[in-house]
Structure formats: C-alpha cells, structure tokens
C-alpha cells in the first residue's frame, strides 16, 4: 500500500481514474453515494452526469440549494433505495460506508449499480489505525467535541453537518474490502492509505500527531500512526465474450 502525502493528491488519483473512463462520446454516469453537502472532485474537462443519493435531506438540501451541482438528487437509505442497475461508469463513496450498520449490502447494492468495467471509488478510515481506534471506542459527543474544539467546525453534530455516528462493519477494513472484491469479480486497481496530517492548528494539531504515535508504540505497532484512511479504487471485472 503506498501513502498519499496531501489532500490535493489524493484527488489528483481519483480524478485521473475517473478521467480514464471518460472514453466514450457519453457523458460519464457518476453516482455519489453518500453525497453529503459537497462535491469535492475537479473533472473539469470531463463531461458527466452526477447523479447524488443521501439519507440526510439537511444535507441534501444544503446540496441541491446551496452548491446545486447535482443533476440528480435522491433521499435515500443506499441499503434499500432503487437505482438502474449497471447504469454508472464511475461509483464515488467517501467516508459513508464506516456510518452504516449494513455496509456489505451497501457494497452489494454498489457492485449491482455499476457498469462492468466501471470504478468505484471508496474512501474509509482504517479501524486499525490509532485514529480508526479511538474512533470505535469513544462515544458520539466526544466526536462531536472534537470536531469543534479541535477542528473549530463550530457546526459539527447539527442538522446536515458531520460527524455522523459510526459503526465500522467488518467490511470496512482492509481485510473487508479485499474480502468483498474477491467475491464479486472486482479487480482493485489502486490501493493508498493518507500519510497527512489532519486539520488543527498549534498546539493542538501537535498533541493529534503525538497521541498516534504514542498509541501506536502501546499497541506495538498493531495499530498504523502513518496513516488514518484508506483509499480503494476497484474495477467491476467484464464477463468474458463468448468463444
């Protein structure tokens, strides 16, 4: 697994794999999973259809009135909501999987949703990271406590605005992601964790970086103070032709 050492690059990978599917005279068919209040991609240059599936209608409001970027906006559960199935060239998914009890029916929905050939994109925190591990084994307010105290998001925890409560489902893991393709013919094409610092300033974003390495030599190196999130982009494999 390689690092990605900032933000700007990691996009700069998925843009480019999002870019190589654009190769037909359509426009791409893109769905969001999980869009939240903000598109955070540049495909300019790149003709697409975004089409954008949430189960926060704050966040989706703020979405559709605010940016209005969505061609199509959908409130919806990814667990049971219906869309066409091997309809979108390109799936993104970032850091909603790890929100949801259920995830591997998420993914199964992904796979049906996606055109064989066609990406997804999928962006979730390492569980086995110091960051992943203290996630899981604090309560919702102090994320919402340091979102804010931290962070400075002053509006973290309202209505629309992260952090969500977690869940991290087996699947969402390193293990769970190579698990899951392998049973449903994916080929993963890139695989990176984030070796960036998170946001905070001073004193503070010192006292984050110190506590995962201080966590990670307790956990005798068990646990990953080098990076936080994982990035995967998976290729949903095209039957074979007949002979």
């Not at 598109?39 to 209608?57: K, P």
Request: with cysteine; proline share 5%; aromatic share 10%.
């Amino acid at each position: 697994m390689d690092l990605i050492q900032s933000r700007e690059k990691e996009c700069e990978v998925i843009v480019d794999y999002i870019k190589a599917q654009s190769t037909s005279a359509k426009p791409l068919e893109i769905l969001e999973a999980g869009c939240g209040r903000r598109w955070q991609l540049n495909l300019n240059g790149v003709e697409y259809v975004l089409t954008g599936v949430d189960l926060d209608a704050a966040a989706l409001k703020m979405r559709k009135d605010d940016i209005g970027d969505l061609d199509i906006a959908v409130e919806g559960d990814l667990r049971s909501v219906q869309l066409p199935e091997h309809h979108y060239d390109v799936i993104y998914s970032s850091y909603v999987l790890e929100h949801i009890k259920g995830a591997e029916q998420v993914l199964n929905n992904l796979s049906r949703w996606v055109k064989p050939g066609g990406i997804i994109v999928i962006r979730i925190p390492d569980p086995h990271s110091v960051h992943g591990f203290i996630t899981r084994m604090t309560p919702h307010w102090f994320h919402v406590l340091y979102y804010r105290i931290f962070l400075g998001f002053r509006n973290a925890g309202k209505p629309g605005y992260e952090p969500y409560p977690v869940h991290y489902d087996p699947v969402v893991s390193r293990r769970g992601i190579w698990d899951f393709c392998k049973k449903n013919e994916f080929t993963v094409l890139a695989e990176y964790g984030d070796g960036y610092m998170r946001p905070g300033k001073g004193v503070f974003r010192l006292l984050i970086h110190s506590v995962k390495v201080v966590g990670s030599i307790l956990s005798f190196g068990a646990l990953s103070s080098r990076y936080s999130n994982l990035l995967y982009i998976v290729q949903k494999q095209q039957a074979a032709q007949p002979i």
